[in-house]
């Protein structure tokens, strides 16, 4: 017999509290690994969080309506005593900013009138819209610093119960990805690579599989990239993972993270596991699942905290180049433009051909451009034979 | 389903765009002009619809014919004469 302390999990860089909002399990009850056992609202809406863990619920410690910081012990669980069996995927992706403790909350009464605070700090507040003042220190010098600004934006909101409203809703997104993006550009020192890739026999070979199947059953040509990308990262593994305390760490699994926007603005990046051993029909079951459940449901926590790429798809928007921003700590983001008919000269004749812009944002401390290269490479190499896919 | 007529048609679109897109009154978008733009669906949302007429309508609908789906008027012809309405109606 063993014990296990459920904690507040990370969901992503941009965490750092959370809310209760239910128990799906209670003391006395028996829970296994990858279950489902609450559910927390943060900025990217309502996620169910799974335990990685099997045994039964001691006690909970947090009650529903309670918001707690990333690591607060929300539930103990009393284990038979078997290894913990989920070990690189969380602690990897699950503590993107090195935990410098939950430190700065912000105050209800301004802080003493003489606290030093660094101008990158002020400067920030300035842009998110922070009181500085109300911001404290979070480190033994007593300065106040970006980062204490950073935390202070993202434990600003008092706790909204189940569900915000709309509008509050989608400030607190705004105000995730204002904290996640600015960290991207200051910290990560981007390379950019764009290559165009001929798409025909890819769409010519997907539409004449979607003709053979019923409409459900239809692919879309998104999971082709999918799978193409998750293939290629195997080839080049320096752009599948994460930089963090100082050095690139390999992801556990290849798992790829869709941009996808909601309704009314902001967008989430979540995983579609072991991307590169399904099938086509599994991973278009995978997409399908994700997108009605960012549009309408729930995410699971696993699916914010595990994806070691990011792949973004803006072509029906109507670009035909993206220019990625890394979503921190992974080292890479892959973007995909519209589809376009071009003119091919080969051979002295022309041909049209259907071509998408393919373009990589790679973090430079991870890879180098030469590997970059080998990559989109090989993402359009494989895309040349989409029955192998 | 049996015999249905063109403003039945326009309902079952009507509700089938209205789940994914809630906050679009769809009576005021322009029924000539493509409506993936103005009501902001992309083609997983697209997929959706053409499996939900699908399911409502019974029609089997071919990716080949997706073109023919692009405005609100279109859809509502396109689906009409998939269902054997003849009538033109004057509903738009």
């Not at chain 1, 997409?287 to 070691?308: A, I, K, Q, Y």
């Not at chain 1, 080292?331 to 071009?342: D, S, Y």
Request: proline share 7%; charged share 25%.
């Amino acid at each position: 017999m063993g014990a296990y302390e459920f904690r507040m999990p990370s969901l992503g860089a941009d965490m750092e509290a959370g809310t209760l909002v239910e128990w799906q399990v209670k003391p006395g009850q028996e829970v296994k690994r990858g279950q489902v056992v609450a559910v927390v609202e943060t900025q990217k809406g309502a996620i169910e969080v799974e335990i990685w863990e099997s045994g039964t619920v001691e006690r909970i410690v947090v009650g529903p309506g309670q918001k707690v910081p990333v690591g607060a012990l929300l539930a103990t669980l009393t284990t038979v005593g078997e290894a913990p069996s989920r070990p690189p995927i969380a602690p990897a992706a699950a503590a993107p900013i090195p935990t410098a403790a939950p430190a700065a909350r912000p105050r209800p009464a301004p802080a003493a009138p003489r606290a030093r605070i660094s101008p990158a700090a002020r400067k920030l507040a300035e842009e998110l819209g922070i009181d500085i003042a109300r911001v404290e220190p979070g480190g033994p010098d007593g300065v106040v610093s970006r980062e204490d600004v950073e935390r202070a934006a993202l434990a600003m909101k008092p706790a909204p119960a189940a569900k915000a409203a709309a509008p509050e809703w989608h400030a607190q997104m705004r105000r995730a990805i204002a904290v996640a993006m600015a960290r991207s550009k200051r910290e990560i020192p981007h390379y950019y690579l764009g290559t165009e890739i001929d798409m025909t026999r890819a769409l010519t070979w997907l539409e004449q599989e979607n003709a053979k199947r019923p409409v459900a059953e239809r692919a879309l040509y998104a999971v082709l990239l999918v799978k193409a990308v998750a293939l290629a990262l195997r080839e080049v593994p320096e752009l599948n993972g994460f930089f963090t305390d100082g050095e690139f760490r390999p992801g556990p699994g290849i798992h790829v993270g869709m941009a996808i926007a909601m309704r009314g603005g902001g967008l989430v990046a979540p995983a579609i596991h072991d991307a590169d051993r399904k099938g086509l029909n599994e991973l278009m079951a995978d997409l399908r699942d994700l997108v009605t459940r960012v549009r309408g449901g729930r995410l699971r926590s696993s699916e914010l905290t595990d994806p070691t790429i990011t792949l973004t798809n803006l072509g029906e928007q109507g670009v035909e180049t993206v220019y990625g921003v890394i979503y921190p700590p992974q080292v890479a983001l892959v973007g995909f433009g519209k589809m376009t008919e071009r003119p091919r000269v080969e051979a002295g004749g022309t041909s049209s051909r259907r071509m998408v812009n393919a373009t990589l944002a790679a973090d430079h401390r991870a890879s180098d451009g030469h590997r970059g290269a080998l990559f989109l490479a090989a993402v359009g190499r494989l895309l040349q034979e989409p029955e192998k896919l | 389903m049996g015999a249905v007529t063109r403003e039945q048609i326009k309902s079952v679109l009507w509700e089938v765009l209205g789940a994914i897109a809630p906050e679009v009154d769809l009576d005021a978008v322009a029924p000539d002009k493509p409506f993936r733009d103005q009501v902001d669906i992309d083609s997983f949302d697209f997929l959706n619809v053409v499996i939900r007429l699908h399911e409502k309508l019974g029609v089997d609908i071919p990716e080949a014919d997706y073109g023919k789906l692009a405005t609100l008027a279109s859809t509502v012809d396109y689906l009409a004469a998939r269902c054997g309405v003849t009538d033109k109606g004057r509903d738009r």
